[in-house]
């Protein structure tokens, strides 16, 4: 089994460094998340807005029944959603939340995106989505994020999560946040691969001692499926030939080469797959080293381009214009 190497965090809390992501995993999630403990995995990456948090506690109890893991072996990570911004929701959706998932507590709890949407109640529609309506309505919240983070610190200070952090915040909003936090981010998730590098901002956590957790690190391939037409017309990471090359150079697989430059710079990564074999090489990203012209080529590939990004999917909500 691969021996995954762990982040120390800034509240002292250790974080494995290579993950699973459960983002658009939908048929059999329970078994696809039993199995990736079997293979040594022991970070998972959820949120409300996957819709998959009981299938995914289901996979984990059998886990632990099974005695592959005891709770305390896993890293478990969910996000509270935009609509649930307000202070006064923020609480009752995360008990929800742990309730799927069958635990007492998570081991990181992230903001998903910094944006406020009008309440939608569980029990009328779940997971809400970005739609007031379910439809095509969309409809801006009140919540400030200073009120939403305070309400986070409370989440912390219950023991309802272990960390805390945010996701698809740029540096003004980690910036602003920095100044009303009394508990500053354990973690920042952004998306992150060649095309998408954002060194700037990976200086800003560096400054403040914040871990980055780097989701879609194989670029377009993640979005593809989404129907995303920007991610059609990409060129595929795994197919560019600077990345095939270090691939041959170190007989690794490309998706091997995208997952070690982000690790071998510090990043965490949340990559998933459905394939036994391929869940093994993706744990597999640490055993080996790139060469310092290899993370620059790479680097190199930058375009500054994000693909998620709510536009992109036809959705008319300006988080990140």
């Not at 079997?38 to 109890?61: I, S």
């Not at 923020?90 to 998932?101: G, N, T």
């Not at 901002?201 to 920007?230: R, W």
Request: charged share 25%; hydrophobic share 35%; proline share 6%.
């Amino acid at each position: 089994m691969v021996n995954t190497p762990y982040v120390t965090l800034n509240d002292g809390n250790k974080m494995p460094q290579v993950g699973f992501g459960l983002w658009k995993v939908d048929n059999g999630c329970a078994d696809t998340v039993y199995n990736a403990i079997k293979t040594g995995y022991r970070l998972f990456d959820g949120a409300c807005d996957y819709g998959n948090e009981v299938e995914a506690g289901q996979g984990v109890a059998r886990a632990i029944k099974e005695g592959l893991v005891k709770r305390e072996d896993l890293f478990i990570v969910s996000k509270l959603w935009n609509s649930f911004h307000d202070r006064e929701q923020v609480e009752p959706i995360v008990k929800k939340q742990l309730a799927d998932w069958g635990v007492d507590y998570f081991d990181l709890y992230l903001i998903h995106f910094p944006i406020s949407l009008k309440y939608v109640a569980p029990e009328e529609r779940y997971p809400p989505g970005w739609y007031v309506d379910g439809k095509d309505k969309v409809e801006h919240g009140k919540a400030s994020l200073e009120s939403t983070w305070k309400a986070m610190e409370d989440v912390k200070k219950n023991g309802l999560a272990k960390s805390i952090g945010v996701s698809n915040y740029p540096g003004a909003l980690l910036l602003d946040l920095f100044t009303y936090a009394t508990t500053k981010p354990a973690v920042l998730q952004i998306e992150h691969h060649p095309y998408f590098v954002q060194p700037n901002l990976l200086k800003l956590t560096e400054q403040h001692n914040i871990a980055v957790t780097g989701y879609s690190s194989f670029g377009p391939s993640s979005f593809i499926e989404c129907d995303m037409k920007l991610a059609a017309d990409t060129p595929l990471l795994l197919e560019h030939p600077v990345i095939k090359k270090a691939a041959e150079a170190h007989g690794k697989t490309p998706a091997q080469v995208l997952l070690r430059w982000a690790t071998q710079r510090g990043i965490s990564v949340i990559p998933k797959s459905n394939s036994q074999h391929r869940l093994q090489q993706n744990l597999d990203v640490t055993s080996f080293d790139l060469k310092s012209e290899e993370i620059e080529e790479i680097s190199g590939l930058d375009k500054n381009l994000k693909f998620n990004v709510p536009t992109n999917y036809g959705i008319p909500i300006y988080v990140f214009a």
